[in-house]
C-alpha cells in the first residue's frame, strides 16, 4: 500500500523538529532540576571545607582555598559526639535490621501461608498501624515508655523501632505470595516439619527481598530522629548520629563551617549505601506502591 | 496459598508426633506472638489511651480532670489550631505540583536518556538524607545573603531587596513547601518509572505508526495505563498534606507562622503538657486520615474493576 507522496513528507518534517528542539528542551529540564537537587548539598560540601576567615570574608558560592582541610569535619566530630554517636547507631542498626527481618518474615509467612480464624483481621490490623502517623502517637507512647523503664535505654529505642514496622511486611508478603507453596508441600511430604519449611527451605529464598527491606528499614532508622530525640535523652552517652547535629543548635547556630562539616559526615554513609545499592532501593519502592 | 492437609498425616523428626494441624497453630503462635505483643504495645494500646485522654484536662504526671468534650471543642475555637489546619492546603498545592513533577520526570527519564542513572539517582538522593541535616541544610541555603540569595544575584536580582525567606510571613510557608517537594518528588518518581516501565510497550509501537507524537503517547497510552498509581498518591497527598510535620519541625521550628497541625500539636504535648488537647488533636487527625483511606480503599476498588471492562470495550471498538 503506498501513502499519498505529501504526507509523508509532512510527518517527516514534523518528527525532524522533535527530533531537535524536544531533546533540548529535555536535557535543559533534567539538568536544571539536577542543578536544584544538588546546589543545597554542594554548597553544604564547598563550605564545610572553608577556614573561618574564609567563610566569613568570602562569598558562599567561592570555593575553598584548599580541599584538603578537614579542621572543620574533626570539630564537628568532637562536638557532635559522633564517634558515640557511629558506635550507638551501628548497635541499633544491627539489632534493628535483624529483628525486624526476622519478625517481618515471620509475619509474612504466616498470614500467606496458613488458613486460620483471624488471618485477615490480623493482615487488616497491621496495614490500619501504618495509616497511624508516629508522631500523633507518641503522646501516649511516652508514657508507656516511661512506664516500663524504657527511656534513655538503647534496646528500649530498639524495641520500640522493631514494633512499628510495616514496610517490611509489604515486602515479604509480597514474596512469598510469589514463590509456589508447591515448595513448602514437597518438603513436608519429605518429612520437613513447618519450622524446617521456614527457616531451612524458604527463608534462604527470601534472600533479594530481605536486601531490599534491610536497605528501605536502614535508611529510616539510620535517618530517624524524632524518637531518637525523644527517648534518648542522655546526649553524652546515647547520641545517635540523627541527632549528633543538635549539638550545633545554641551558640554555634551561625558557624555553617562547622554545620556542613557534620551534615556531610552524616550524609557519606547514607549515599556509600544509595551508590552501591539504588537498584534495591529503587525496586523497593516500586513494590511498595504496588500494594498501596 | 494455605496448605490443605485435612487428612491428619503424622511426621516424623522433632515434631514428630503431631498432626499437621496442631503444628500449623503452634507455628502460627509462636511466628505471631511477638510481633503482636509489639503492635499492641506501640501502636494499638497508645492509640486507645489517646482516645480516653482526649476527655481529660491532664499534663504526663498529675491530676486528671474529666472534661468531657472540650477539648474538641477548642481544636475549633482556637486560632492556632485552625491557622494550622489552613497550612495543610499550601501542602495540598505542593503535592499536586510534586506529583505533576515527579510524573514529567518519570516520563522523561523512561525514554532512553544519556546518563538517565545520574539524573533519576540526582533527583532521587534528597529523599536519604535524615531530617535534622535537611533542616541545616535550608536553613543555610535561605540565611539571607546565602544561597538562594547569592544565586539570585547571579541572574540579577538585587542582594537587599530580596526578603528574608523564613521569616517573612507572606513567602516562608511556599518556602517550606518547596523544600518538601525538593526532598519528596524523587520518591514518587521512582515510583511512577516502575510502574511506566511494566507499560505494555506494544501500544508505544502501534502509536508510532500511526504517527502520535510523545504528548499524544503520554496521555493516551501512558497515563490511562498507570492511571491508579497516580489517583492513589494523589490521595495519600491529601492525608500527607494534612499530617505534614518534617519541614516547618526541622527547617524553621514552627516559628513565623509556619506551624502546621502536628507541629503545633507536638508542642502543646511536649512543651506546654496540654496532652489531652494534644491527644484531641490527634484523635480528629486520624479520623481525617481514616476518612481519605476510606475513599482511597474505594477508588482502589471501583477502578481495579470498571479499569478492566473499560479496556476490553475500547479495544474492542477499534477492532
Known amino acids: 500500500m503506498s501513502r499519498p507522496y505529501n504526507i509523508h513528507r509532512v510527518q517527516k518534517n514534523k518528527f525532524n523538529a522533535q527530533k531537535i528542539l524536544f531533546p533540548i528542551f529535555k536535557y535543559a529540564l533534567l539538568i536544571l532540576a539536577a542543578f536544584i537537587a544538588l546546589v543545597p548539598i554542594v554548597t553544604c560540601i564547598i563550605t564545610a571545607f572553608k577556614t573561618k576567615s574564609e567563610y566569613s570574608g568570602t562569598s558562599v558560592m567561592t570555593l575553598p582555598k584548599s580541599w584538603l582541610n578537614f579542621d572543620n569535619f574533626r570539630v564537628a566530630w568532637e562536638k ?3 564517634a558515640v554517636a557511629f558506635k550507638n547507631t551501628f548497635i541499633i542498626l544491627v539489632c534493628v535490621l535483624v529483628g525486624s527481618t526476622f519478625i517481618s518474615a515471620m509475619i509474612a509467612y504466616v498470614i500467606s501461608r496458613f488458613k486460620f480464624i483471624g488471618n485477615r483481621f490480623i493482615r487488616s490490623l497491621f496495614m490500619i498501624a501504618a495509616l497511624i502517623p508516629g508522631i500523633a502517637s507518641q503522646v501516649t507512647v511516652y508514657q508507656i515508655m516511661y512506664n516500663l523503664h524504657l527511656i534513655n535505654t538503647l534496646y528500649g529505642y530498639i524495641i520500640l523501632m522493631l514494633g512499628t514496622d510495616v514496610i517490611s511486611i509489604y515486602i515479604f508478603l509480597q514474596f512469598f505470595e510469589n514463590l509456589p507453596s508447591s515448595l513448602d508441600e ?18 534462604p ?23 531518637a530525640n525523644l527517648y534518648l535523652q542522655d546526649k553524652n552517652k546515647y547520641q545517635v548520629i540523627s541527632t549528633s547535629l543538635y549539638a550545633f543548635t545554641g551558640p554555634m547556630g551561625n558557624q555553617y563551617q562547622y554545620i556542613c562539616a557534620g551534615v556531610i559526615i552524616t550524609i557519606i554513609p547514607a549515599l556509600i549505601i544509595f551508590l552501591f545499592c539504588q537498584n534495591y532501593i529503587y525496586s523497593g519502592i516500586s513494590q511498595g506502591a504496588v500494594k498501596e | 496459598m494455605p496448605h490443605n492437609f485435612t487428612n491428619q498425616k503424622r511426621l516424623r523428626g522433632g515434631m514428630g508426633a503431631m498432626t499437621m494441624k496442631n503444628q500449623q497453630r503452634i507455628v502460627t503462635a509462636v511466628f505471631l506472638a511477638v510481633p503482636l505483643i509489639l503492635l ?111 544565586l539570585l544575584s547571579f541572574v540579577g536580582f538585587d542582594i537587599d531587596s530580596l526578603p528574608y525567606w523564613l521569616k517573612d ?151
Open chain 2, 169 to 319: 510571613t507572606k513567602i516562608n510557608n511556599w518556602m517550606l513547601v518547596a523544600t518538601s517537594v525538593w526532598r519528596y518528588m524523587g520518591q514518587n518518581m521512582v515510583l511512577f518509572i516502575g510502574a511506566m516501565a511494566s507499560v505494555d510497550t506494544t501500544q508505544y509501537e502501534a502509536a508510532e505508526i500511526d504517527g502520535a507524537n510523545r504528548w499524544q503517547k503520554f496521555f493516551y497510552i501512558t497515563l490511562p495505563s498507570i492511571k491508579t498509581i497516580v489517583i492513589l498518591n494523589l490521595i495519600l497527598a491529601i492525608s500527607g498534606s494534612l499530617s505534614a510535620f518534617e519541614m516547618p519541625y526541622v527547617v524553621t521550628g514552627g516559628g513565623f507562622g509556619t506551624s502546621t497541625y502536628f507541629v503545633l500539636m507536638n508542642t502543646l504535648a511536649h512543651k506546654n503538657q496540654k496532652v489531652g488537647l494534644a491527644c484531641a488533636m490527634a484523635v480528629f487527625l486520624l479520623t481525617l486520615i481514616l476518612i481519605v483511606t476510606g475513599i482511597q480503599k474505594y477508588v482502589e476498588y471501583r477502578m481495579s474493576d470498571d479499569y478492566s471492562k473499560k479496556h476490553q470495550s475500547k479495544r474492542g471498538a477499534k477492532i
Open chain 1, 205 to 227: 529464598l527470601l534472600r533479594p527481598a530481605i536486601i531490599t527491606s534491610a536497605i528501605l528499614k536502614g535508611v529510616s532508622t539510620y535517618n530517624e530522629y524524632y524518637m
Open chain 2, 40 to 150: 499492641f504495645m506501640f501502636t494499638y494500646f497508645p492509640f486507645f489511651k489517646m482516645i480516653q485522654f482526649s476527655f481529660y484536662d491532664m499534663k504526663y504526671i498529675g491530676k486528671r480532670t474529666w472534661v468531657g468534650l472540650q477539648n474538641y471543642k477548642d481544636i475549633f475555637s482556637r486560632d492556632d489550631c485552625f491557622d494550622a489546619l489552613k497550612l495543610s492546603l499550601y501542602y495540598m498545592v505542593g503535592s499536586v505540583v510534586q506529583l505533576s513533577l515527579a510524573l514529567l520526570f518519570a516520563a522523561l527519564l523512561t525514554e532512553k536518556t544519556k546518563g538517565s542513572k545520574f539524573f533519576r539517582g540526582a533527583l532521587y538522593f534528597p529523599c536519604l538524607i535524615g531530617g535534622i541535616a535537611v533542616g541545616f541544610i535550608f536553613k543555610f541555603f535561605f540565611t539571607h545573603g546565602f544561597i538562594l540569595d547569592t
Open chain 1, 80 to 82: 557532635g559526639h559522633m
Open chain 1, 186 to 203: 514437597a518438603a513436608i511430604l519429605d518429612g520437613c516439619n513447618y519450622f524446617g519449611v521456614f527457616f531451612r527451605i524458604l527463608f
